[in-house]
């Protein structure tokens, strides 16, 4: 069992011991003067013999679960030894044969650990509904413009830590650095082609070594190439389905692993999976027939995600926005929607984006598009709600209304 395999099961432990979330660095290093996490790994390592691939997360099997599952048991024992008296568990541990821990309730408190600092962390006090994303730890995809960069942005000021992942790694890390301008990292940023499995396992497997484990996965990338389908390309009709229908798949085939791990070892804490979808998941769209699909498509995953993990205490929800009309989806100059739209002649009598984009507002009842504030707080909502899983919220102005 390697240090990635191991770690988001040391991180539930944690939680599970404290009451709340944790930040989990690690570290090759075995350091002789931190806590012993003593436990037998190598029955572990012989139950996994038989599948070389089952700590990288391509085949993920129920042998492979029970494995994991009795190095959660060892672990919650182990470190419940290591409890103090007020409740208080050591923030530095050093598993042998695997490497050091340094656990926070927050990257900079994870840091200062690592770096000498206090060596306890004592239990968290009851949350309340104002702590929904508090200490959370978020995964956004698609997260360095538009949607994605307001829910993130959003997040980290509800108290969560973001990994922004995007393939415009520039823009990603430029994001973060603004994310990051105060005092105390919040966010940090990693490149992925979510229509590439290997990327999205190479992003997956960053979250790990960066911050120990997964709370919130965000599906949030996606594209739109608009055309009759008497004229729209091939190419364009499966380059809009690979990005918006089937990378939501490869992400959290990748990602829901970590939660399940997390689980193991913590099985009063849930984990969440939002897929961001559109209100063109929940009717047709004229002349966009591929974005339409993918996204009718992607609400049958997620019901179908949602059936099959909760079993591991993941809730699996999608929420559905209406027009963002200020972001570069719709407002890019070249290749925006209100371009595109323009220029397939969508827009019976249009002559400029002007008249398109006020074609679009008048089919809003409340008047106006979509923000990054109203899928916010949908998605807080399906995070805190216990009892919702498998469901698509509509934020939409009142445009498009649950049947």
């Known amino acids: 069992m390697n240090r990635l395999t191991i770690t988001p099961i040391i991180r539930g432990a944690y939680m599970e011991a404290l009451g709340g979330p944790v930040i989990l660095l690690s570290s090759d290093e075995e350091r002789s003067e931190l806590p012993e996490l ?45 409890k103090a008296d007020d409740g208080s568990l050591p923030a530095t541990l050093c598993v042998p044969g695997i490497g050091s821990f340094f656990a926070g309730t927050g990257w900079a408190e994870a840091d200062s650990v690592r770096q000498g600092g206090t060596r306890r962390l004592s239990p968290f006090p009851p949350a309340g509904r104002a702590d929904v994303a508090k200490g959370r730890i978020a995964l956004v995809t698609g997260g360095a413009q538009g949607f994605g960069a307001e829910i993130a942005r959003g997040l980290v000021g509800e108290g969560a830590f973001v990994i922004v992942a995007d393939i415009n790694t520039d823009g990603a890390e430029a994001f973060t650095a603004e994310l990051n301008a105060g005092a105390v990292k919040r966010a940090s940023a990693v490149a992925v082609d979510v229509s590439n499995e290997e990327s999205v396992k190479a ?47 490869l992400v959290v085939k990748h990602t829901s692993p970590i939660m399940i791990r997390q689980r193991t070892a913590a099985p009063s804490r849930t984990s969440d999976i939002v897929q961001i979808n559109s209100k063109s998941g929940l009717e047709g769209s004229n002349r966009n027939g591929a974005y339409a699909g993918g996204k009718f498509g992607g609400i049958g995953l997620v019901q179908s995600f949602a059936m099959e993990l909760v079993e591991y205490g993941i809730k699996v929800n999608a929420v559905c926005p209406g027009n963002f009309f200020d972001g570069p989806l719709w407002a890019d100059p070249d290749r925006g929607l209100f371009v595109q739209y323009l220029n397939t002649g969508k827009i019976p009598g249009a002559k400029n984006v002007a008249d398109v984009k006020r074609f679009y507002e008048n089919k809003v009842p409340m008047g106006r598009g979509c923000e ?32």
Do not use: H
Request: glycine share 8%.
């Open 38 to 82: 003593k436990i037998d790994l190598k029955g572990a390592d012989n139950g996994n013999a038989d599948n070389k691939d089952a700590d990288s997360s391509e085949v993920y099997t129920a042998a492979v679960r029970t494995v994991e599952a009795e190095a959660a048991r060892q672990i919650g024992e182990a470190l419940a030894a290591l």
């Open 203 to 249: 992003m997956a497997d960053a979250v790990v070594a960066e911050v120990g484990g997964l709370d919130l996965l965000v599906s949030n990338a996606g594209v739109l190439r608009a055309g009759s389908v008497l004229e729209l390309a091939a190419k364009d009709f499966e380059f809009v389905t690979k990005i918006n229908y089937s990378a939501f798949f």
């Open 372 to 403: 990054g504030p109203d899928v916010l707080k949908a998605i807080l909502y399906c995070v805190d709600q216990a009892y919702e899983t498998g469901q698509a919220v509509p934020v939409t102005g009142g445009q498009v209304m649950l049947k």
